[in-house]
Each structure stands twice: as structure tokens, then as C-alpha cells.
């Protein structure tokens, strides 16, 4: 059997190298490999697993928590509910069954799940063959969309991704809605770029190259975004290519709580996916969350004004972002 090289290649993955002769953890060590290729706020990775011989414990990593510009601990729980996601995604194309249990050690806040795994299991009806394939491809999509709008049955198969109880999906093409988010996004911009901590964050984060420069670039980065105000420029850009998105869609849930933000995670993973396989381009806008007043506001844009807005994005078409975002290789997130 072959043997990685984790520490260069966690996105160099075959399928064909599943070890079907191995040991069951081994196996289910295998399927985390496809875990860390989900996306997370400002590419922290922030997730744990402890894989044992027909269980999988899925942690949230609270060292890499982004403490400014993620106050609530919203993304860090979503981040890892995607994660989650591509793990019971690559565990069906495997022919496992699952079985989740969120949160199952009340007194234990960073123990996000418990995945129990049996071989020949049945997958569920919505998560789609094809869901695996675009795990390897997905990626998040920053640039302006044309101007083409998104045929109606694929905003269903979209729509569909949403199976989870007391969780919403809600997209919207309506230009006034459009209007009023790009002054939300121009503000919160404003707003937080003007703060030193939040561009300290963010800089040190762009420091450690996780948007995929390499080290002299990533370190250049790091020192302009840290000491210029450069919220001006980045309100423009952002309006642009908000404005340019066919949709905008948010994900709420009726309770505001861990298990629904790593259920909003899961649902959000899987939209990425179906958008991958379907051309589509995803692009979370989170500034409008990270304010209370503005989330305040983005929640009256939503047709369900009692449920949280917990997850923006947009979603439209462009050609592929040139690079695909580095992981940190599994062995650095495993604990046993
Ligand atoms: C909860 C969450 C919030 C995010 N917020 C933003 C955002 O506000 N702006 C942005 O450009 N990307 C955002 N992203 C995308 C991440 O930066 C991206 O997933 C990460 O850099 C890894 O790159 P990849 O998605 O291409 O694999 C967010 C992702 C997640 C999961």
C-alpha cells in the first residue's frame, strides 16, 4: 500500500488509495483526509478529530478562534459543522452508515460531535453521489459574477441541500434587497478595517499564508493590512462583487445555539458542493454578521424575521480562483 507524505500533500488525495486491507482506523483516518478540505473563516481550520475503531469524535480547535472579528464563536461552530459535512460525505462514497450525536458531552463544549460509523451502511437521500467528487474542487470564489442569472432548477437542487429542522435557507436575486445589503457590507467594511484589532487579526492570519501566498507576499500582506485603514478600498471592492452576484442567500435557524451553527455549517458545505458540480461560484460575506447592528439589520431582510441569520453569502458565475487555499496536513489535527 502506499504511504503519504501527510506533511506535503493533504490535497493530493485518491481514492483509490482508501486501505480496504487496513485496520478500521486507519480506514476512518482515511475519510478525515477529506474532512480538512472544508472551508472555515479565514482558512483557521479550527477542528480536531480523535478517530477511534468505529467512532469519530469531531472537535472544535478554540486556539485557532477568531477572537475579533468572530466575537460569538458563530463561524468557528460553523466551520466545523463543514467539516463535519465532507466527513459523512466521503464516510457514504466509503459505504459507511452514520450516526451523529451533536454536543453529546453537555459538560464538554469542545466536543462538537460524535460520528459512529458501520461498514454497509445506507446513504441518506439527500446528500448526492456527486457530492464527493466536488469536495477535491470546491473552493471559495472571490471574483466579480457576470451578469447571468442562475436557472431556476438549480436554485432548487440548491435549495434542496437544506433538510435540517429548524434551519433555513433563503436566497433572494430581489435588487432592493441587494441594495440594502451592499450598504450593510459597505459599512460593516468600514467598520471593522478601521479597527486596529480586527486588521491585526486578519493580518496576522494573512501572515501565516493561509490564502495560499507564498511567505514573502503572505508576510507583505500582513504588514499592510495591518497598520493601513485601508477600509475605503475594501468597501468599494466589496460592493462591486456583491453587486454583481446573481443571489444572495443566507442560512438561519430558529435556535441560536452550537448544535444549529454546525447544522448551518453542514448546510452550507453542501450547498458549496452542489454549486461545485453545477458551475456555480460561492463567496461568504460575513461582515454584516460580525456587527451586532447590522445583523440586526440583515435579519429584517429575511423573510422569516423571527429566525438568527447565522451564515451570508453570494452565489453566481466566474471563472475558477487560480489557487486552491492550503491545509494544514491531518496529522497536525488528530488527537488520541
Ligand atoms: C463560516 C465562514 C465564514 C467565512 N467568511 C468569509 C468572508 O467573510 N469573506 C471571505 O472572503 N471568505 C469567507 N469565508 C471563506 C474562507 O475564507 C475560505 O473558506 C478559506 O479561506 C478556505 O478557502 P477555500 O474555501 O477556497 O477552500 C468564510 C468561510 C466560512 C466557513
Not at 181 to 210: C, H, K, M, N
Request: hydrophobic residues 40%.
Amino acid at each position: 500500500m502506499k504511504k503519504y507524505n501527510l506533511r506535503v500533500t493533504p490535497r493530493q488525495i485518491n481514492e483509490q488509495d482508501f486501505p480496504h486491507d487496513g485496520n478500521s482506523a486507519k480506514k476512518l483516518q482515511f475519510l478525515l483526509r477529506y474532512a480538512i478540505l472544508a472551508p472555515s473563516s479565514h482558512n483557521t481550520q479550527p477542528w480536531k478529530f480523535s478517530p477511534g475503531e468505529d467512532e469519530i469524535q469531531v472537535f472544535i480547535d478554540r486556539t485557532r478562534w477568531l477572537k475579533v472579528a468572530d466575537t460569538d464563536q458563530r463561524e468557528l461552530h460553523i466551520s466545523v459543522g463543514c467539516a463535519l459535512e465532507n466527513l459523512l460525505i466521503a464516510a457514504e462514497h466509503f459505504g459507511y452508515g452514520h450516526q451523529v450525536t451533536y454536543f453529546p458531552e453537555p459538560a464538554n463544549k469542545e466536543l462538537v460531535a460524535t460520528v459512529k460509523l458501520k461498514s454497509q451502511g445506507q446513504p441518506t437521500l439527500f446528500r448526492d453521489p456527486v457530492l464527493f467528487e466536488a469536495i477535491l474542487n470546491r473552493q471559495t470564489n472571490r471574483k466579480v459574477y457576470e451578469e447571468r442569472p442562475i436557472p431556476q432548477d438549480d436554485l432548487q437542487y440548491l435549495q434542496n441541500c437544506c433538510v435540517e429542522g429548524g434551519i433555513w435557507l433563503h436566497m433572494t436575486d430581489d435588487l432592493e434587497t441587494r441594495r440594502k445589503v451592499d450598504e450593510l457590507i459597505i459599512r460593516g467594511d468600514t467598520i471593522q478595517f478601521s479597527d486596529p484589532a480586527f486588521r491585526e487579526e486578519l493580518g496576522y492570519w494573512i501572515g501565516q499564508g493561509v490564502f495560499g501566498a507564498p511567505w514573502l507576499i503572505a508576510k507583505i500582506g500582513q504588514l499592510a493590512v495591518t497598520y493601513m485603514n485601508m477600509s475605503k478600498g475594501q468597501a468599494k471592492k466589496d460592493s462591486e462583487i456583491l453587486m454583481s452576484a446573481p443571489i444572495l442567500a443566507a442560512i438561519s435557524s430558529e435556535v441560536n445555539d452550537r448544535e444549529s451553527q454546525v447544522k448551518v455549517g453542514q448546510v452550507f458545505e453542501r450547498v458549496c458542493l452542489v454549486a461545485a458540480t453545477l458551475g456555480i461560484r460561492v463567496h461568504p460575506m460575513s461582515q454584516i454578521l460580525e456587527i451586532s447592528e447590522l445583523k440586526a439589520e440583515v435579519a429584517k431582510l429575511i423573510p422569516k424575521p423571527d429566525m438568527v441569520p447565522q451564515h451570508t453569502f453570494r452565489l453566481g458565475y466566474a471563472e475558477l480562483e487560480k489557487e486552491y487555499t492550503p491545509r494544514r496536513p491531518l496529522e497536525e489535527v488528530l488527537v488520541r
